[in-house]
């Protein structure tokens, strides 16, 4: 990605002296570090370097090739550059897929020159590459917008929409005082893809954070791969979630939206933040490159100069699990000193009626110091309102003291619109996240204090790979659940004891052996239906109700299929374990909450198949209801280990079996706290 | 109100050549249409005008007093004031309840001294007042701060905090382009409430929607039923939600936090918004002020310059329940007119391949005026990028044209600082709402296609007021079930068929009439845990079991309380149905899921008692899990009109008795889609 990034030399196809063509020459030609070529027959010099007529009469060579003329002409151009020897082309024209069917064989013509020429292709559709701090634009996005960028910035984007790469950065930089580090515009990504660059920006280091806007992840699992190994933080805005959004990208990028609540799921599990908004994701994303990480339970000091915005915060900061601090006694009595004796301390800070004794600044410098020394504060959310006296906010020295004792500090700042740029744009020099509204201030804080990737950390396991026991063979289709829990035992899965009966005496001894009351099923091929079709019979506690049920079912099902009885079991309460082979994401496991609420308003975790206890353990707190499993109302307290061992068998099973698409153990009943499934369907495709 | 809002005259009491003397002063010098006369012994003159000793002294009337003096002289000055005939005092001076005990002492003593002169407080601890068109500044902020203000504005403020009106509007004004109409900052409330504001603003012409930011609500009652009344839209900010919050609120303006969930609960019943943050809530309030009251369902047309912008619209407004207009053939055609050839046009109308063909302006107006005749468009949201091509959004044509046909508008506004602001300027004079962020437009558009509060609606019903039936004479305390259940017979409520049984016979007998399997419960006096002190018996369908667990009761109760036998009903769900008598709203009802999940994750919804059917059916629609009324998964529906009448039974019964603190029936079964109670509380206080 390297000759992307940062070429030696560049050729620009479609120089022009008007429009888009000349915008893209002179950002290009105005980039640091780089020899600049421009390409286009009708012109012999434009912008005051020499124009060439093709790649191939460029005297030098040529390291990367932008490409910015109408779409027909791309084959014959990557030809030309792959005979140059161009190591990379970014097709910054449009189309291609995104135009239909003509569009999606061009670009597929394109991408096969490039990869029988070893060349990377970048694009197409897209608004290209734009590094700040490297001086580097790689983009026909209009040059008095660039002008705008202020030159700092850790956090870079990536993106699949051009606005994002461009009137986007516009607003963030004059708007906001926020400037990103490398915005990288992946368009039709038809080589070149959101996997490529961020692998590329984890290894760069001026880079501290990457947010992605994504309306599709074909390459999902390496995605999340790289995510869960990364040693930076990531945001992610994944679009096209709702039935018409999907519709939508479709059309849009020529790429299939993925499925919206496993996408959510598994960067939750890889310790991804996720944004529902272009803002939101880069307030997240820069909160969280600037922000240490900050441990669970992580206890915030509010300063503030309003009583009102003191107290919202606290609601704020509830309703966000962070938990506000106690400080300690010398704490407080230092914050005495400025007081008005009429005002004890404590937190939040209200710092106004000092601040009317002794001036903003002098108040503020003695409180923070004050905070930065206790022992019991991790985080500091300040307000400040810059109208006049924001030279009295020491930022530097602020950062210094807090920093020394890893302690993190967020802005909320309000006041008029000249000083609050001014502090917005001293503060990103810092490296201190500002916020304009408080709930934000509060998210984004919360946000750093939640687990991030672990880098480093547990290696995935490896599929056992064993096979299936050899008196099981697989069936094409929907397994039955006696099958089912056969093969379930054999990975230790814990599943309900059961029997086929053939007659009713078997029934009857099955039923001693199992203990009363038992459940009597009828399992038909293919079958998945089985209670709405009537054949499953529960509250068999007396001979006599069996053999009733037995009879009837013996009826209903005419000599097909097979019958089954279990011991009837009463759960605490019951569970969904599923395991699904997904196109984008590969082998993953689900744990949910059963039963008809959850159904209404799903509570599901997923992570990716195979995957270790830690992992799994991770997903049950990730349940809205995890705390049912402490033992609410006074409930044996779920065995935590019992039920990680069994989602992990569960994914070492499908992850063994490529075959297997889909496993669902639906219920799993937790009785007594141990998890157990009480019927489950294997689907086994060829 | 009037003379606080327009006096004729107004008394600085406190004015001084300097700080905020002088700041308050100057303000309410410069305020439109009022005579003004400065009160300080120490001067003869101030700012040009006369200034007198004291309020005696004063050869003219004065209808109202501005107070900034040290909080100790209160009491003397309100008693001039008195005895000068003024109607209105305003005490901007802190020092009072918010300073602890004496304080406390201090303010009682003013409120009794205006109480008996019939004067009206404002204040103490307090902003004062700020009417932005009406070039009023009854307030001690700074005059550069006033000075930003734009004199537009249709949305007021009622704040209980002095920082949402004074730095908060420089902040609104200077970064964002929004001005307030009128802001009122209502401190320590010790006699005018937002209440008392509330009710002026509703009569206000000027005013078209009121955001609130309220630590309390000690008259919860009256404000909710100002609410129901009101013909304009109001949003709510309510603070101190959290243990934490509430602590700091109680020591900052010295009043109760209410009951978080409750306040809620009531605001969404009376149609009024709610915000969790300072900004969300002036947006939402300036949305709802500017947009046409929007029927549910509403159909939204997004018109775009960026397809990213476009899905991601579509999955926020899908979040919000908005669906996507389906537009009319006629309007595809005509939007097909200017989109390139292999671009079906569809929504979101992505126009940035039309714009790129005829310029973002001719593009922009030929979609409007397309999607402003489409029979099948509700509501426009409008992406733009202001950069150059600002003056091309031809924003009052627009505005004109949809306005005709009864449709509203929002703007998403991206671009560079300076030509965005100039845009929020037109827009705020055309009344049209932009905003910064995505999310924020749609949320705000969200809002507006909720129900509102509903003036001249259905009125509140009386309390019936029917007597307790003779034979149930009330027990201070706690109620039995079987005593609570024969009292909501009498009320027409449903509870579960039961008999008292006093012997193994007179069980018999009752299970027989009530039909097998039957429920038998040990009632002791005030016990209201019985299922956790083992005095509940569930399924007990033979004799022997009833015989068994009869004789295990009567045991364990040593001769206390008594027996009740029950038909055992199978509910297909639980609900809970509940009334209390709320110290600052009055008789309540409350209807939520029941079971596990919803303790974990609350699912309610409240009503002011007493209360019609359509408001109770209202209830039940507020619920999260209101889906599964329908008929879940081929549960027969619920007999909703029964579930409405039980809740409006229920109001009547607590609203007829004010020594009814409280009921839970709890739970409600429902079987077969009809509610039925089958455990009840009633608490009876003296």
Chains 1, 2 share one sequence.
């Not at 002409?73 to 005979?83: D, G, H, S, Y």
């Not at 672990?454 to 064993?466: L, T, Y």
Request: proline share 7%; with cysteine; aromatic share 6%.
């Amino acid at each position: 990605m390297e000759f992307f990034f940062d070429p030696s030399s560049v050729a620009v196809v479609g120089a022009s002296p008007e429009r888009t063509g000349k915008s893209l020459l002179l950002n290009t030609a105005g980039s640091r570090d780089v020899a600049v070529y421009p390409v286009n027959p009708k012109y012999q010099d434009l912008e005051g370097l020499t124009c060439y007529p093709s790649v191939a009469a460029i005297p030098h060579p040529v390291e990367m090739a932008i490409l910015l003329v109408p779409a027909r002409f791309t084959p014959q151009i990557l030809e030309e550059c792959a005979a140059k020897g161009v190591r990379g082309v970014m097709i910054q024209s449009a189309g291609f897929a995104e135009t239909g069917e003509d569009g999606r064989e061009l670009q597929a013509k394109c991408v096969a020159i490039a990869r029988q020429a070893g060349m990377r292709l970048w694009g197409p559709n897209c608004m290209g590459l734009v590094d700040v701090p490297g001086n580097k634009y790689f983009t026909f996005m209009s040059p008095n917008i660039t002008g705008v960028l202020p030159p700092h910035g850790n956090l870079s984007l990536v993106v699949q929409s051009g606005m994002l790469s461009a009137g986007f950065l516009a607003d963030l930089a004059t708007r906001r005082g926020i400037a990103v580090n490398k915005a990288c515009s992946i368009g039709n990504k038809c080589d070149v893809d959101e996997c490529d660059v961020l692998e590329y920006l984890l290894g760069d280091d001026t880079t501290k954070g990457v947010a992605l806007y994504l309306e599709s992840m074909p390459r999902g699992r390496r995605f999340m791969e790289l995510a869960e190994g990364a040693s930076k933080p990531l945001v992610v805005l994944k679009s096209g979630r709702s039935a018409s959004g999907a519709k939508a990208a479709l059309s849009h990028t020529a790429s299939l939206a993925g499925n919206a609540r496993l996408t959510q799921g598994l960067l939750q599990a890889v310790g991804v933040g996720t944004a529902r908004d272009f803002h939101q994701l880069v307030d997240l994303g820069r909160s969280l490159s600037l922000l240490p990480e900050i441990p669970a339970g992580a206890r915030v000091a509010v300063l503030t100069f309003s009583g009102g915005a003191g107290i919202l915060s606290c609601d704020l900061l509830e309703d966000n699990g962070l938990p506000l601090a106690e400080l300690a006694p010398a704490t407080l009595g230092e914050l005495a000193k400025v007081f008005p004796v009429w005002m004890p301390p404590g937190n939040p800070v209200d710092l106004w009626p000092a601040m009317e004794l002794h001036g903003p600044g002098p108040t503020l410098d003695h409180a923070v110091q004050a905070v930065s020394q206790d022992p019991n504060v991790d985080l500091v959310l300040l307000h400040t309102f810059l109208g006049g006296t924001q030279d009295q906010v020491n930022l530097a020295r602020y950062k210094e003291l807090l920093a020394d004792q890893g302690k993190g500090m967020v802005f909320w700042a309000l006041g008029l619109d000249q000083p609050v740029k001014e502090f917005e744009t001293q503060a990103q020099a810092e490296g201190v996240p500002v916020f304009g509204e408080l709930a934000r201030t509060v998210d984004c804080l919360a946000a750093a204090a939640r687990p991030r990737a672990r880098a480093g950390a547990v290696p995935r396991p490896q599929a056992s790979g064993n096979p299936l026991p050899t008196d099981l063979p697989p069936t094409l289709g929907v397994w039955d659940e006696y099958q089912a829990k056969r093969l379930l035992r054999a990975w230790e899965i814990p599943a309900v004891a059961e029997e086929l009966v053939e007659d009713l005496e078997q029934a009857r001894a099955a039923a001693d052996k199992l203990g009363w009351p038992v459940v009597l099923k009828g399992l038909l091929p293919g079958e998945v239906h089985k209670s709405e079709k009537g054949l499953v019979c529960l509250n068999l506690d007396i001979p006599d109700k069996l053999e009733r049920e037995f009879q009837r079912l013996k009826k209903v099902m005419e000599g097909q299929g097979s019958l089954v009885l279990q011991a009837q079991r009463k759960p605490d309460y019951e569970l969904i374990v599923g395991y699904l082979k997904d196109a984008q994401f590969g082998p993953c496991v689900m744990l949910g909450m059963g039963g008809v609420t959850a159904e209404l308003e799903p509570d599901v975790a997923f992570e990716m198949a195979p995957l270790d206890p830690s992992r799994a353990l991770a997903m049950l707190g990730r349940l809205r209801m995890a705390r049912r499993f402490d033992g609410f109302r006074g409930e044996t307290p779920l065995n935590r280990e019992a039920l990680a061992q069994l989602i992990c068998s569960l994914g070492d099973l499908g992850a063994s079996h490529a075959n297997i698409s889909q496993v669902d153990l639906n219920p799993v009943a937790v009785c007594q706290g141990e998890p157990l499934a009480l019927d489950a369907n294997i689907i086994w495709e060829a």
